[in-house]
């Protein structure tokens, strides 16, 4: 959980709370307010240089959650739906908001975190940060591209080495062991292996580079965890696909 640090307000005065850390998750709302009445919440991870929410990068994603109040004490929670922000717009509201009503939750899969870096650099240190979030952010039953735009993917290569690095910061050998399978699952009968998996967008372009992530997946999962499983149950699989 993280509190707002700051109540901004863009130039027309529509409130903006300021979360202080890039994230990917949801906000709470404990509020009253009148029957029926409408409250929105617009989530962006920047701002316009007049203060506004920057949400050109989001492409076609609304990244909005609108609540109706019962006319008593509310408590807002989406459970179906997250967002990547730091900035969150709100609109509809009767009275000034008070930090103290928001609370940002950052959701995630359940992975311990089991390592951490620091250095003598602020620098390499503030880049391993930015990693962790950014990581942390995108695991949804499966290694996603974004949690913020219209997309949040399995793309392959976007893995490929990167869950090298993830292994020393958390525990996600059963993600990956799921995830494998979900690769061999989308591979086509002649060998040929998606650039992304699940198949959403069933992109086979016949590359080695976005596809290779799934050998690279399973020798991680062998060097990383000592899983020979892994290798066993998937050597079929890899093996077809060299072959094509």
Not at 94 to 100: A, D, S
Not at 170 to 179: G, H, P, S
Request: glycine share 8%.
């Amino acid at each position: 959980r993280r509190a707002p640090v700051q109540l901004l307000h863009t130039p027309d005065g529509t409130p903006i709370l300021d979360f202080g850390q890039n994230m990917a998750g949801v906000v709470r709302l404990d509020w009253q307010g009148s029957p029926g009445q409408e409250i929105t919440l617009r989530f962006a991870e920047a701002l316009t240089p007049d203060g506004s929410l920057y949400t050109a990068n989001l492409r076609t994603a609304k990244a909005t959650d609108t609540f109706v109040c019962s006319g008593g004490k509310d408590t807002f929670v989406p459970r179906f739906t997250y967002h990547g922000f730091r900035f969150v717009e709100i609109t509809g509201l009767k009275y000034k908001p008070e930090l103290k009503s928001f609370v940002g939750k950052v959701v995630y899969d359940d992975m311990k975190t089991i390592g951490r870096f620091e250095t003598s650099d602020p620098t390499i240190n503030q880049v391993f940060k930015n990693a962790y979030w950014g990581i942390r952010g995108n695991y949804r039953s499966m290694p996603t591209d974004c949690p913020q735009r219209d997309e949040r993917m399995g793309w392959l290569g976007d893995r490929a080495m990167e869950c090298i690095g993830e292994s020393f910061m958390f525990r996600q050998a059963l993600l990956y062991e799921k995830w494998a399978r979900d690769i061999r699952d989308s591979q086509l009968p002649d060998g040929m292996i998606p650039d992304l998996s699940p198949t959403y967008w069933p992109f086979y372009s016949e590359n080695v580079t976005y596809p290779a992530a799934y050998l690279c997946v399973v020798d991680m999962l062998y060097n990383q965890y000592g899983d020979e499983e892994a290798v066993r149950e998937h050597y079929p699989a890899m093996k077809k696909w060299i072959d094509y």
